[in-house]
């Protein structure tokens, strides 16, 4: 009698374990995750494999997410991180009983700045203290301003160089350095570059020569349009009267929801920072309108000439050129914040894009 109370006191927690969801305690399939890295500086390609996954028999199946917006099936693999931020790479498993299990790992990449240098021709990649972390050497001589772009799918440098005055806009791929594409800049001495990744994707590019922005198809550098001094004039009471377009020393694009965002351009004649309103046209290839929105804020003439800007986490990140420094500076005020990055290499810095 003692026996079979035993037994069934047995077969009644078993079946409780089992509508609990006890089951999984007997299953052996088991997820694992081996990567070579899990924290690095923008764009950060990491190797991940799940070969080690075990199962009760083998294993059939294993899907990979990045914690972004891709997928991937299949054993092991690379795969490379565009944007900075925190993210969890998880792997499903299934074997071939049907018993499945995920695991989860870390990843954490660090915002780069990028740097172009006019002297030696080349593009640097720093970490944020300003380590240098890598460089590519340039096909075409004298770069001005970096930006990365959406080209094709794939994250790209764009890099327009005076190159001996016959001007070239570089595409690189920010990974290895190889050249993509080689492409005629427009004006006759380009300066900075930036990229509008919302909405109408476009490249927009300042020419100290001709003094004119130029909106530009990221795709093949084709000029949309073209924005100069008499442009601005008509549509922004605030340049009437003062030098615009006469000495640019930076322009970046930033989201501005929910419109296509706004340029910020610096000019150096009068140390004045300006916020530009983008009125979208009705596609792309129709004109896209640009004002002035609001007073400019006048930056401190200790750090001019300054070779470009960039605007990271809300502050504006400036090359003081004869300081061989970059400093931050408060947007609202135009005040240095004392932060600053120096030691960082090259002898005329000239562009800065910060990816994140």
Same mark, same amino acid.
């Given at each position: 009698m003692?026996?079979?109370r ?8 078993? !079946?409780?374990?089992f509508?609990a969801g006890?089951? &999984?305690? %007997? ?7 081996v ?5 690095g500086?923008?764009?950060l390609?990491?190797? %991940?494999d799940g ?9 059939t ?17 690379t795969?490379?991180y ?8 998880e ?20 915002? !780069? ?5 006019e002297n030696?021709d080349?593009?640097?990649r720093l970490?944020?203290d300003g ?8 096909? &075409? ?13 794939e ?12 001007? @070239? ?48 198809n990221?795709?093949? &550098? ?7 001094q008499?442009? %601005? ?10 030098? %615009? ?5 930076g ?9 296509l965002g706004?340029?910020?351009?610096l000019?150096?004649?009068?140390h ?7 009125? !979208?046209?009705y596609d =792309? ?15 401190p003439?200790?750090?001019f ?10 502050y504006v990140?400036? =090359?003081?050129?004869?300081?061989? @420094?970059?400093?931050q ?5 135009g &005040? ?8 960082f ?7 800065i894009?910060?990816q994140?």
């Open positions: 003692l026996r079979n035993v037994i069934g006191a047995v077969l009644v927690l078993s !079946a409780l374990l509508a006890g089951c &999984a305690l %007997f299953q052996n399939v088991e997820a694992v995750i990567v070579d890295v899990t924290t500086t923008v764009p390609t990491i190797t %991940f070969s080690g996954s075990t199962g009760s028999g083998d294993v199946y294993h899907h990979w997410a990045f914690g972004t917006e891709d997928e991937v099936t299949g054993a092991a693999g795969y490379t565009q944007h900075a931020g925190t993210f969890e790479l792997l499903f498993v299934r074997d071939e009983s049907g018993d499945t299990d995920t695991a989860t790992v870390t990843i954490t990449v660090e915002p !780069a700045i990028w740097l172009t240098d030696l080349r593009v640097y970490s944020m380590a240098t972390l890598g460089f590519f050497d340039l096909p &075409a001589k004298d770069p001005g301003g970096v930006t990365i772009a959406e080209v094709g799918g994250a790209t440098l764009v890099i327009p160089c005076f190159n001996e005055g016959v001007q @070239r806009i570089v595409y690189l791929d920010p990974v290895t350095g190889a050249v993509e594409e080689t492409l005629t800049a427009p004006g006759q001495a380009p300066r900075q570059v930036t990229y509008g990744a919302v909405m109408q994707k476009q490249i927009w590019h300042v020419d100290a020569l001709t003094r004119k922005i130029f909106r530009l990221p795709a093949d &550098a084709q000029v949309y349009e073209s924005y100069g008499t442009y %601005f004039k008509a549509t922004s009471p605030e340049v009437q009267n003062v030098p %615009f377009l006469w000495t640019p020393q322009l970046d694009w930033v989201p501005h929801s929910p419109t706004r340029l910020w351009y000019e150096g004649e009068t004045l920072l300006y916020e530009i309103e983008m009125i !979208a046209g =792309i290839m129709s004109n896209t309108q640009l004002e002035i929105a609001g007073d400019p804020v006048e930056l003439s200790g750090i000439p300054v070779g470009a800007i960039d605007i990271y986490d809300g990140w400036a =090359i003081d050129v004869d300081r061989h @420094r970059i400093v500076i408060d947007p609202e005020t &005040a240095l914040t004392g932060a600053e990055i120096t030691a290499p090259g002898s005329a810095p000239s562009g894009e910060i994140h």
